[in-house]
């Protein structure tokens, strides 16, 4: 069923709330990004143990920003670059959803997991895309012994909380997730078969 959840856990893993006491004293976001990544990470055994790892590390720590969603002057001080998006998501411990896909893909790239931040259109249960003129969400794809997956961190705190996350959004089957997701690049389903954009909308 498409909304069913897929739980699933590691024990090692470092789902705390840990944030390097270096982050409010340098504005080095590749150090703090590397100090953080290796900490988070430091049990895990596996690339499916780091990454996990990761993933709850943000939806634990990370908060969705209403503030930045709806103030134009905050969005127009941090969307600058996606490494300033990435230092105020570490500082304010709140983001939007290119705030918690760059965090993501930066945390896996400093453990060398192959990953991708995807830029596309969503919609819920059907609805309609509001805006086709341009992409209006950002998830992630991440390449797990030698196959690569999709996940959408934002939904997984906005459907869940911190505590219980909706892990239906972590590793999500290409033919579940196009039904709400269809990136900017068609190659990003991951379907066999993809889909035209066109008939996503229609869906």
């Known amino acids: 069923m498409f909304w069913s959840v897929q739980m699933m856990g590691q024990n090692r893993n470092i789902i705390g709330t840990y944030v390097p006491k270096k982050l409010h004293k340098t504005n080095n976001t590749d150090y703090l990004i590397a100090d953080l990544a290796n900490t ?5 055994r596996t690339e499916s143990e780091k990454v996990y790892a990761i993933y709850r590390w943000i939806t634990a720590n990370i908060k969705y920003d209403n503030r930045l969603r709806f103030s134009e002057k905050l969005q127009k001080e941090i969307y600058v670059s996606e490494e ?4 105020h998501v570490l500082e304010r411990k709140m983001a939007l959803c290119g705030g918690f896909a760059f965090l993501f893909r ?5 453990v060398d997991i192959p990953v991708e931040a ?7 249960n059907g609805s309609t895309v509001r805006n086709y003129e341009k992409p209006n969400h950002t998830w992630n ?3 797990l012994n030698g196959k690569w997956h999709l996940l959408d961190i934002t939904w997984a705190v906005g459907f ?6 909706d892990d239906f959004w972590y590793l ?4 579940d997730f196009i039904y709400s997701h269809y990136p900017k690049n068609p190659e ?3 379907l066999d078969n993809s889909i035209s954009f066109q008939k996503f909308k229609s869906r």
């Open 84 to 87: 300033n998006v990435v230092a």
């Open 160 to 165: 869940g909380n911190a505590k219980n996350p």
């Open 172 to 175: 999500t089957s290409p033919e």
């Open 188 to 190: 990003w389903t991951l």
């Open 106 to 110: 930066d945390l896996c790239e400093e």
């Open 40 to 44: 988070i990470t430091a049990n895990a």
């Open 118 to 124: 995807i830029h596309g259109y969503s919609k819920i």
């Open 141 to 143: 794809a991440v390449k």
